[in-house]
């Protein structure tokens, strides 16, 4: 006789939410991390390596994220380097994450007015100062819709680390309903977890986009 | 002192990709000359002054500032813009610091100065510019020339050797551009070298020992600015001071 949803199952899908939070977080600060030495490689000026970035972009967003975490896992598992499931998808999520925040805060440097690389210029200042005092600030509050938005879309991704058998959110659900039977509640469960932890950032998101409209017309 | 030469530039020649944008630009401006350059848009004013400080690079010919030969080693660059103050049409305060943090920036920064050194730097010269009471705002929260009038300020606290102008009063409304220009008329009176791209030709009658007029990226005339306006030697000044003081 099949066990149904209770406590323990409820305890099953909490620690797969805390997983699923735990590899969003690496993650997000890892991609980060690499994103803004992306980023700003990116825009550095020089040809060559500005031409690499963008292929390193190209490859990341061009290929299905599936496949990158294939890659990591058993590809390097190959080459005699042997991955632990969480620390091989923590590695793919966290270079897929690079790219594509790298790609956002290239965007919001660029979007930056020209114009105030230039006075920070005339004033001699150098480049580290004009990026950390000057641009980045400026970038940041311009990108933050778009990374806020990039997180929720990072937190529901997660649920393909479940295909390495790393079990977070998503595969612990299928893990319980396969026991219980119990598919419709069990997922009603899982959903409404991504819910809770997906929604306020979105809508905080939505709030920050409309102020910097506001702010913009100013 | 007074005949020392500040800014040296011979030879200078400027291409974007295929146009030319200077041809052989001659100009030598000596400590507390106060010059104003005017010609028609796309007559390379501007850029002739972004050269000056390497906001622009130059594929040819020679600019030496206060005896540091301008290359494009970042030394010299650094050295050339510590002595070369920027004022832009567009003002390019930075929107996310107040008037007060505008204005130490640059001499924490780039000149290491402390933090209570810069503020009363700064003071000194928002005083100056007749707006120590704005030091705590933020740039959106000025007029148009209160805002240029800060940039001014910010640019004196790296107390520059030579000031440039481009187009300082063009992105304001008439009502503050007297603001502005009596700021500037005061800045050329305590006897600080100047460049100024501007249209505004009573400010030239009134500061410039010198009026330069280019056109087509060239120097075509100049002189100084009474016999400038009154008596100009070539055609094409005579048809653009036509078209400009039309509208005056």
């Given at each position: 006789m099949a066990p149904h949803f209770g406590l323990a199952?409820?305890?099953?899908?909490?620690?797969?939410?805390?997983w699923t939070m735990l590899l969003t977080l690496v993650a997000f600060v890892g991609g980060c991390t690499a994103g803004l030495a992306v980023a700003l490689l990116r825009t550095c000026g020089h040809?060559?390596?500005?031409?690499?970035?963008?292929?390193?972009?190209?490859?990341?967003?061009?290929?299905?994220?599936l496949l990158q975490l294939f890659v990591v896992y058993y590809g390097l598992a190959l080459t005699g380097l042997k991955l632990d499931a969480f620390?091989?998808?923590?590695?793919?999520?966290?270079?897929?994450?690079?790219?594509?925040?790298?790609?956002?805060?290239?965007?919001?440097?660029?979007?930056?007015?020209?114009?105030?690389?230039?006075?920070?210029?005339?004033?001699?200042?150098?480049?580290?100062?004009?990026?950390?005092?000057?641009?980045?600030?400026?970038a940041i509050r311009i990108s933050l819709p778009a990374t806020i938005g990039y997180l929720v879309q990072l937190i529901k991704g997660t649920s393909l680390a479940a295909i390495v058998g790393f079990i977070e959110l998503a595969r612990a659900g299928q893990i319980v309903s396969n026991q219980t039977f119990q598919p419709l509640l069990v997922f009603g469960v899982v959903g409404a977890m991504y819910f809770i932890l997906c929604w306020p950032l979105s809508w905080w998101g939505s709030r920050m986009e409309a102020r910097l409209a506001l702010a913009s017309q100013r | 002192?007074?005949?020392?030469?500040?800014?040296?530039?011979?030879?200078?020649?400027?291409?974007?990709?295929?146009?030319?944008?200077?041809?052989?630009?001659?100009l030598t401006v000596r400590r507390g000359e106060k010059i104003v350059l005017c010609g028609p848009s796309g007559s390379g004013k501007s850029t002739l002054i972004r050269c000056i400080n390497r906001l622009e690079p130059i594929q040819q010919g020679?600019?030496?500032?206060?005896?540091?030969?301008?290359?494009?080693?970042?030394?010299?660059?650094?050295?050339?813009?510590?002595?070369?103050?920027?004022?832009?049409?567009?003002?390019?305060?930075?929107?996310?610091m107040t008037v007060l943090q505008n204005c130490t920036l640059a001499p924490i920064r780039a000149r290491r100065a402390s933090k209570s050194e810069a503020e009363a730097t700064a003071r000194k010269y928002l005083e100056r510019v007749r707006i120590g009471d704005q030091a705590e705002k933020y740039p959106a929260q000025l007029s148009g020339g209160q805002q240029q009038r800060v940039a001014i300020a910010?640019?004196?606290?790296?107390?520059?050797?030579?000031?440039?102008?481009?187009?300082?009063?063009s992105a304001l409304d008439p009502e503050m551009v007297?603001?502005?220009?009596?700021?500037?008329?005061?800045l050329a009176n305590d006897g600080m070298t100047m460049i100024c791209v501007t249209h505004e030709m009573g400010f030239a009658r009134q500061v410039a020992d010198?009026?330069?007029?280019?056109?087509?990226?060239?120097?075509?005339?100049?002189?100084?600015?009474?016999?400038?306006?009154?008596?100009?030697?070539?055609?094409?000044?005579?048809?653009?001071?036509?078209?400009?003081?039309?509208?005056?």
């Open positions: 199952e409820f305890g099953f899908l909490l620690r797969g939410l805390q040809k060559g390596v500005e031409w690499v970035i963008r292929i390193y972009i190209g490859i990341f967003q061009g290929t299905p994220l620390v091989a998808v923590a590695i793919g999520f966290t270079v897929n994450a690079s790219a594509f925040l790298g790609e956002i805060w290239r965007g919001a440097i660029q979007a930056v007015p020209r114009g105030q690389t230039e006075g920070a210029m005339a004033l001699g200042l150098h480049y580290s100062s004009r990026m950390r005092d000057i641009v980045l600030p400026q | 002192m007074q005949d020392q030469i500040l800014i040296e530039m011979k030879g200078v020649q400027k291409w974007y990709g295929g146009y030319q944008a200077l041809r052989n630009v001659d020679s600019i030496v500032v206060n005896g540091h030969r301008l290359d494009d080693s970042i030394k010299a660059i650094d050295v050339v813009r510590q002595d070369v103050g920027m004022v832009f049409q567009s003002f390019n305060l930075f929107p996310h910010r640019a004196l606290c790296m107390q520059p050797k030579v000031m440039l102008f481009d187009e300082p009063t007297k603001e502005v220009l009596d700021t500037m008329i005061g010198r009026v330069i007029f280019m056109a087509e990226g060239q120097i075509i005339e100049e002189g100084a600015p009474e016999a400038f306006f009154r008596n100009p030697q070539h055609a094409r000044t005579r048809q653009f001071l036509g078209e400009i003081l039309a509208h005056h």
